[in-house]
Every structure is written in structure tokens, then in C-alpha cells.
């Protein structure tokens, strides 16, 4: 797999711990789609531990009894550069075709957020979704707009904060107070839009998400410029709008 370019999985100490006494059993972890985990009468138990992800920990910002933890990452950081991980996963894109040299910088920064960051699947991407049309819908300042129409105007905002999940979903109950927050919070640049997807399926095949919830992050000229994988913690997701030039 191009992420460790030939370097043996087993030999990277990374995947999840279940603490049993904290699980509360609620089957988030089972969401993971390498078949990680496996269920049993006494829950869930780690059971192909190598198919963990290197450097993701979605299913521990999605665990309801806060159970999983995972390794230091710092130390798969040291054997990525011990051995020079990083320069070999770009040689091996770029000799399958997948990279040219004007994406390297811009992949560079996807693999780097996708493997290291610890708070879930984050990463930037190219995706564009200005698609305006004289059906556009767009926020009232200051409050979330719950819709199922995919086609937002995003040109009177600085950054449009799209929450892509179900309102019975646990995890994506626990973002809807953060949600209405920050729609009031940041009422003049930022606008915040709900999708149900239980509801919808269509505004999670436009925005390509795998698992619920997932926050878009989208500048005003319709560009992803971030985007969050799981429940995301209030001052995370502040820190992303902040940095993307949106004030109180
Ligand atoms: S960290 Fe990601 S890949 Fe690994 S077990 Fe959890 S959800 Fe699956
Ligand atoms: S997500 Fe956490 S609490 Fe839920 S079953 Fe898995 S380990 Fe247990």
C-alpha cells in the first residue's frame, strides 16, 4: 500500500486498545470498514489489529465510552522519517502515474494530515462545489440551515461549515449543540448547513463521505478546504474556522 511504500505493516506499533470496563457497548468501533474489530457477547475486541489504518483513530473520536486509545503516534512519526517513508510513498505514486510533480507539495499535505492527525480522517482536498444556481439556498445569519438541497451558495460567508449526518445517529446528536453554537457564534462569516443523510442519501454521495458525521469545510468561491471525520470537538472546529479567516 503506497502509505508505507513496502515498509512491513506489522513491524508499525498502531492500532486499537479497548479498555472492556469503559465500553459501554454501543458498536461505533464496528462502523470501521477494514474489519478491525469483531463483535462478541462481550462486545467489541480488536481481532485484525494490521488492518488498522495507519495514523487514523476515527473510532476513538467516535466511541461513545471513550474505550480505544491508540499508540503514541510520535513514534510512527520517528519510523516514517527513520526510513524515509514519505520520500519513497511520493516515488511510488508518481511511477504509478498518480502523481505529477505540480500535485506532489498539495498530496504531501493530504498524506501528512491523513496520517498524522489524531483527531480522525481530516484532510484538504481539491473539491469544488460552487454549483449556484437561481435555487440556491443559503443561511439566515446566525442559524443552522437544515436542508436536503445540495445546491448552497456559499459566496456571502468566509467559510460554510457543513454537518453531514442523521439526527438520530449518536455521535452527530452530540455535534448538533456545537452546530447551532457556532451558526450564532460566527454569525457573520461562517454559515452552517445540516444534511441528514438517513433522510437523504444524496448530499453524502456530492460531498464523498464514508461514515457519519463528517464536517465539509467550504471557502466562498465553493472550495473544500477541510474537511472532518467523526464528532468534532467544539475548540477543534473553531480552530479550523479561525484559521480560515472567520471571526466572532
Ligand atoms: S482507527 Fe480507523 S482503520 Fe483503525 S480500527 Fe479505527 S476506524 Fe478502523
Ligand atoms: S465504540 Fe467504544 S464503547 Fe462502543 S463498542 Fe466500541 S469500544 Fe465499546
Not at 458498536?27 to 480488536?46: H, I, Y
Not at 505514486?93 to 507539495?105: C, D, V, Y
Not at 473544500?224 to 480552530?239: C, D, I, M, S, W
Request: net charge positive; with cysteine; proline share 4%.
Amino acid at each position: 500500500m503506497a502509505w508505507l511504500a513496502g515498509y512491513p505493516r506489522e513491524k508499525i506499533d498502531w492500532s486499537p486498545t479497548i479498555d472492556a470496563e469503559k465500553c459501554v457497548k454501543c458498536a461505533m468501533c464496528m462502523n470501521c470498514g477494514r474489519n478491525v474489530f469483531a463483535w462478541t457477547k462481550n462486545g467489541a475486541e480488536v481481532v485484525r489489529p494490521n488492518n488498522c489504518v495507519v495514523g487514523c483513530s476515527t473510532c476513538a473520536n467516535l466511541c461513545l465510552g471513550e474505550a480505544i486509545t491508540f499508540p503514541d503516534l510520535h513514534k510512527v512519526r520517528e519510523i516514517y522519517r527513520k526510513n524515509g517513508i514519505w520520500s519513497k510513498v511520493k516515488r511510488q505514486l508518481k511511477a504509478e502515474g498518480k502523481l505529477t510533480l505540480s500535485k506532489i507539495s498539495m498530496v504531501g499535505i493530504v498524506l501528512a494530515l491523513t496520517l498524522f492527525s489524531v483527531a480522525g480522517s481530516v484532510g484538504m482536498a481539491a473539491n469544488t462545489y460552487a454549483d449556484q444556481s437561481k435555487t440556491s439556498v443559503r443561511a439566515t445569519k446566525g442559524v443552522v440551515l437544515v436542508t436536503n438541497n445540495l445546491d448552497v451558495d456559499f459566496s456571502a460567508f468566509k467559510v460554510t461549515f457543513i454537518e453531514i449526518g442523521a439526527d438520530r445517529c449518536i455521535p452527530c446528536k452530540k455535534m448538533q449543540p456545537i452546530m447551532k453554537e457556532i451558526a450564532a457564534e460566527f454569525a457573520e462569516d461562517v454559515q452552517v448547513v445540516f444534511y441528514d443523510v438517513w433522510k437523504d442519501p444524496e448530499p453524502g454521495r456530492k460531498y464523498g463521505i464514508q461514515l457519519i458525521p463528517t464536517q465539509v469545510f467550504v471557502d466562498a468561491d465553493g472550495n473544500e478546504v477541510y474537511r472532518h471525520v467523526g464528532f468534532f470537538p467544539k475548540e477543534e472546529l473553531v480552530a479550523v474556522l479561525v484559521k480560515q479567516g472567520a471571526k466572532k
